[in-house]
């Protein structure tokens, strides 16, 4: 960590009590380090349990005509081998569409999925048992690109269609156009923890579901459907997850009901846990977006028209390609008001894994497209993008008139204008772009490239009724308080928060406070923690309850000892009455004694929250969250290497709830950022198989590829809207910040031509990719 970040994060002079605000470490992070956290496959594995492997279709888009299983089931340790017809419920894990069988019957439609499930006493035994299975196909014509869905018209959703102003108009009125092309691709999740559930048979059809997940209430859904029971009769636990980034939203709902439906039929615990190439054949990834643009802009490089075509490769189901398109949408703006926009999005079918939510879920696939469109202006301008940038920025009030979304909604917390304005002081970017420019006229080979990108992303989920969130807070007569939220935990830091809100709202130190494992029978009905939205709203469903059983302690304490409720302060764990300390647990077991009620319930529902799906308008977002990055490469043009020298990052996170966290979260969705956009490349064959399926092909970003001079900032900032604390989430916004290292890769390469031409770079920026974008450039000067 650098100087500059370090000194920000050091703790406040403030009482040791006053959690919020404050930088503590990971509530986990002790645990992390000694290697003592359980994660699911950790958990004491009970006698009998057995181990399942899934056996996957080796054709891209096939009928099924026979399948021998005969040599599985005789293999070494083989208890049984389940195919669709022994599912005894509904044989689908689709989160919104019922197009996602748990196991194929009859039609495969990509390579890797799963057709039959074997299960044994090892994991080895069922792994190497699953590969023996004999399928005989029926080939069918096989669609794998989101062009070749767009020419077959092969859609998984209906076209999704916004229009604003009258785009004729504009265009003719515009005095420049740019149009063009743009394939941004997808990306992995690779959490370090695989796909992985454990099953325990209970009594009277009940079912235990130990599951890495982010959405454990859906998980208890999809599970009972499989097993034709009522929800009622299912219990998904998860108590931390070894990263998600997206991919356990809604697709460890497979894992999960296998699992389920082994364990359920043998009556015997069960554990499927994927290992890396199984699971990154099986599962979705972050869709790759293909794009047609055409804009109209004024001799300054005002957006005056915009009409933009997004292709989205779904996959072969609609899984949540409906929602990831809808954001994207909405994020086409990204901080730039557009007065005449029509914009449609397209959710092509394919033969390939369901895509599915990953990190920013669509934001960053909308976003990109205006970014490249408004680096296209610039460089036929002849100006900085950084001033063509501001120039297209939302207003600040409505006396602007360029504060309305696409969509309708207002932009009340508009910062942009001064956060943009601190970073380019503290990044001391004119000076550096004119060193980078100088540096370039005197080096034929090695190009140096600076670009500037902002970020404004809409803080809530899509669906309106998802915004919603429930917390159960008991205190124990020794003064210790336990709490219990609908989010899940995968090293983002939500318990954490979650845990300094609650101390704060009792007075406590944090160590009072401790956070137990997401149990789907403690809070009912959660959404998935997804959406940025973990800490805002489990965060105001604990202080809630919290904030009960406080005034219940204050009115139990204003009657015993006489006193105005309003001179009663909870504090530095001690509860002052009229001015006298007593402590925290001393009034706790007096409170028990008097019967009072020393737990309870809490629940948030975000306010203000509106979507006409039909239309694409409404109030779909609490608030924005902004921030900005300056990010400088060294890009060798002979062999397509580059090098990202410096990145300088402020993010606006309100009120940080943990100045810690939030810059951690900083740093880590910028480089993972970074990653989909330059090194993290998806290949699939002719025959539609997956090829990048190991970290041996798939390459993310390492430790050397992080930049050595890295300063990150929060940008000091009050939320507008009455969120947790006036804070604001942190974790999705940042992996659009490095935009800026794409924008400076495609900066080094255009310096070859003199800066004239815009090089045709897509993404990911690999060493190919940036080779033959620099064989363009040169070709076409």
């Given at each position: 960590m650098n100087k500059q970040t370090d000194s920000f994060i050091k703790q406040p002079a403030q009482a040791r009590w006053a959690a919020v605000g404050i930088a503590q470490p990971h509530e986990s992070a002790r645990l992390h380090v000694l290697g003592e956290a359980t994660y699911t496959d950790d958990i004491p594995e009970l006698q009998g349990t057995l181990h399942a492997a899934l056996g996957l279709s080796q054709k891209a888009h096939?009928?099924?005509k026979s399948i021998d299983l005969a040599e599985a089931r005789k293999s070494r340790g083989v208890v049984a081998v389940l195919t669709a017809k022994d599912i005894p419920g509904t044989?689908?894990?689709?989160?919104?569409?019922?197009?996602?069988?748990?196991?194929?019957?009859?039609?495969?439609?990509?390579?890797?999925?799963p057709v039959?499930?074997?299960?044994?006493?090892?994991?080895?035994?069922?792994?190497?048992?699953?590969?023996?299975?004999?399928?005989?196909?029926?080939?069918?014509?096989?669609?794998?690109?989101?062009?070749?869905?767009?020419?077959?018209?092969?859609?998984v959703l209906p076209p999704m269609h916004l229009a604003r102003g009258d785009l004729r108009q504009a265009f003719e009125q515009a005095p420049h156009r740019v149009k063009g092309e743009l394939y941004v691709g997808g990306q992995e999740q690779f959490y370090l923890e695989g796909q992985v559930s454990y099953a325990i048979p209970k009594e009277d059809h009940g079912m235990l579901v130990y599951c890495s997940t982010q959405h454990p209430s859906e998980m208890q859904h999809v599970v009972a459907h499989a097993l034709g029971l009522h929800s009622h009769h299912v219990v998904v636990e998860c108590r931390r997850m070894g990263g998600g980034f997206g991919g356990k939203e809604s697709q460890s709902?497979?894992?999960?009901?296998?699992?389920?439906?082994?364990?359920?039929?043998?009556?015997?615990?069960?554990?499927?846990?994927?290992?890396?190439?199984?699971?990154?054949?099986?599962?979705?990834?972050r869709h790759d977006f293909h794009y047609e643009y055409e804009i109209g802009y004024d001799h300054d490089g005002r957006i005056l028209a915009a009409r933009v075509e997004m292709v989205a490769r779904a996959g072969y189901s609609a899984d949540l390609s409906g929602p990831v398109a809808t954001r994207a949408v909405c994020h086409f703006d990204n901080a730039y008001y557009l007065p005449a926009v029509d914009i449609l999005a397209l959710c092509g079918k394919t033969n390939t894994q369901s895509n599915t939510a990953f990190r920013g879920f669509g934001g960053p696939q909308g976003a990109?497209?205006?970014?490249?469109?408004?680096?296209?202006?610039?460089?036929?301008?002849?100006?900085?993008?950084?001033?063509?940038?501001?120039?297209?920025?939302?207003?600040?009030?409505?006396a602007e008139g360029r504060n309305v979304t696409q969509y309708g909604q207002k932009v009340v917390d508009n910062v942009i204008h001064e956060l943009v304005a601190e970073l380019e002081a503290d990044s001391d970017y004119r000076a550096r772009r004119k060193a980078v420019r100088a540096f370039n006229a005197t080096s034929p080979v090695l190009k140096k490239g600076i670009a500037f990108t902002p970020v404004k992303f809409g803080i809530a989920f899509n669906l309106t009724h998802l915004?919603?969130?429930?917390?159960?807070?008991?205190?124990?007569?020794?003064?210790?308080?336990?709490?219990?939220?609908?989010?899940t935990e995968m090293g983002q830091g939500v318990n954490t928060k979650v845990?300094?809100?609650?101390?704060?709202?009792l007075g406590l130190d944090l160590s009072h406070v401790r956070i137990s494992a997401t149990d789907t029978s403690k809070v009912a009905n959660t959404s998935a923690t997804a959406a940025s939205t973990g800490a805002d709203l489990n965060g105001m469903a604990a202080q809630d309850a919290a904030r009960q059983i406080r005034e219940r302690l204050s009115a139990f304490a204003a009657q015993t000892w006489q006193v105005d409720p309003s001179t009663i302060r909870f504090a530095d764990n001690q509860v002052y009455i009229d001015g006298s300390p007593e402590p925290f647990p001393s009034l706790v077991r007096r409170a028990y004694n008097a019967r009072v009620q020393l737990w309870s319930d809490g629940f948030y529902a975000t306010p203000g929250l509106h979507w006409d799906a039909a239309t694409m308008t409404g109030n779909p977002f609490f608030y924005f969250a902004y921030g900005a990055a300056v990010s400088e490469v060294i890009v060798d043009t002979l062999t397509g290497e580059w090098k990202?020298?410096?990145?300088?990052?402020?993010?606006?996170?309100?009120n940080s709830l943990n100045p810690a966290i939030d810059i951690g979260q900083v740093e880590g969705g910028f480089i993972q950022g970074m990653g989909w956009l330059t090194t993290e490349e998806l290949w699939w064959d002719k025959a539609g198989k997956l090829m990048t399926h190991a970290p041996s092909t798939y390459k993310i970003p390492a430790v050397s590829d992080c930049p050595r001079d890295f300063r990150v900032k929060l940008f000091r900032n009050r939320n507008a809207s009455d969120s947790i604390h006036r804070s604001k989430a942190v974790g999705e916004p940042p992996l659009l910040l490095p935009f800026s290292v794409f924008f400076a890769i495609r900066d080094a390469i255009a310096s070859l031509a003199d800066y004239k031409r815009n090089p045709p770079l897509n993404a990911p920026a690999t060493s190919e990719a940036i080779l033959n974008a620099v064989d363009a450039v040169c070709t076409s000067t």
């Open positions: 096939a009928r099924v044989n689908d894990c689709g989160p919104i569409i019922h197009d996602d069988p748990i196991l194929a019957d009859g039609l495969v439609q990509y390579v890797g999925q039959f499930l074997v299960v044994a006493d090892t994991h080895d035994n069922a792994r190497r048992a699953a590969r023996l299975a004999r399928i005989d196909y029926e080939e069918l014509p096989a669609i794998l690109t989101p062009q070749d869905a767009k020419r077959a018209q092969s859609w709902a497979l894992w999960a009901a296998a699992a389920s439906i082994a364990a359920a039929r043998l009556k015997r615990p069960v554990k499927l846990r994927a290992d890396r190439d199984d699971d990154m054949m099986v599962t979705g990834k990109i497209a205006i970014e490249y469109v408004i680096d296209d202006i610039a460089r036929n301008l002849g100006k900085d993008p950084l001033d063509v940038r501001k120039l297209n920025f939302y207003g600040r009030d409505d915004n919603q969130a429930g917390a159960l807070v008991h205190v124990y007569v020794d003064g210790s308080v336990l709490v219990n939220h609908g989010g845990a300094q809100v609650v101390a704060h709202e990202l020298l410096r990145a300088d990052a402020l993010y606006d996170a309100g």
